[in-house]
């Protein structure tokens, strides 16, 4: 039988075929995780990933399989958008925690700054989003007034479902 020995791969076992010698499938699908092909049969389908695993070297195929079970995790957890919805949304949280970043940082060297030129007077806190005087209040460069970084608008509207059942990026 394929890859272990007696029992079918988890492809053949699903499929309810005999598990051949050089069953295409058996060393990326074992017995043991039929969840595994399950998920990408149900995307993808089995004659369309034994054509793909066949035009590829055998070296790249093991790659190959983990991005097809990637992909159809996601593609089962969000059909319209899949692996690109994730990527999606980390790149949203990754703009969001530089813009945060950009916002301490200035927010530091305005410190700096008054510690070196106490003659600059405090920056005033943002109390109310609205407040179009914000940026005319003082005399001070507009530049220089920095909301704390507390007050980050932050987009939560897309997913924050973890693929495989965990977290990728801890909120």
């Known amino acids: 039988m394929g890859g272990n020995g007696n029992t079918p791969c988890a492809s053949c076992k699903l499929l309810r075929r005999r598990?051949?010698?050089?069953?295409?499938?058996?060393?990326?699908?074992?017995?043991?995780?039929?969840?595994?092909?399950?998920?990408?049969?149900?995307?993808?389908?089995?004659?369309?990933?034994?054509?793909?695993?066949?035009?590829?070297?055998?070296?790249?195929?093991?790659?190959?399989?983990?991005?097809?079970?990637?992909?159809?995790?996601?593609?089962?957890?969000?059909?319209?958008?899949?692996?690109?919805?994730?990527?999606?949304?980390?790149?949203?949280?990754?703009?969001?925690?530089?813009?945060?970043?950009?916002?301490?940082?200035?927010?530091i060297l305005l410190c700096i700054q008054m510690q070196q030129d106490p003659a600059i007077p405090p920056a005033p806190q943002l109390v109310d989003s609205d407040d179009k005087s914000f940026f005319l209040q003082n005399n001070v460069p507009q530049y220089l007034h920095f909301a704390p970084s507390s007050n980050v608008i932050q987009d939560y509207s897309l997913k924050k479902e973890p693929l495989f059942g965990q977290d990728i990026v801890s909120s």
């Open 19 to 107: 598990c051949a010698k050089e069953c295409i499938f058996a060393p990326y699908f074992p017995s043991d995780d039929p969840h595994k092909f399950a998920l990408v049969h149900k995307v993808f389908g089995a004659s369309n990933v034994s054509k793909m695993l066949q035009e590829l070297p055998i070296q790249q195929r093991g790659d190959a399989v983990n991005s097809l079970v990637y992909e159809a995790n996601a593609r089962v957890r969000d059909p319209v958008y899949g692996c690109v919805g994730a990527i999606s949304y980390l790149q949203s949280q990754v703009s969001q925690l530089q813009m945060q970043l950009a916002v301490a940082q200035a927010e």
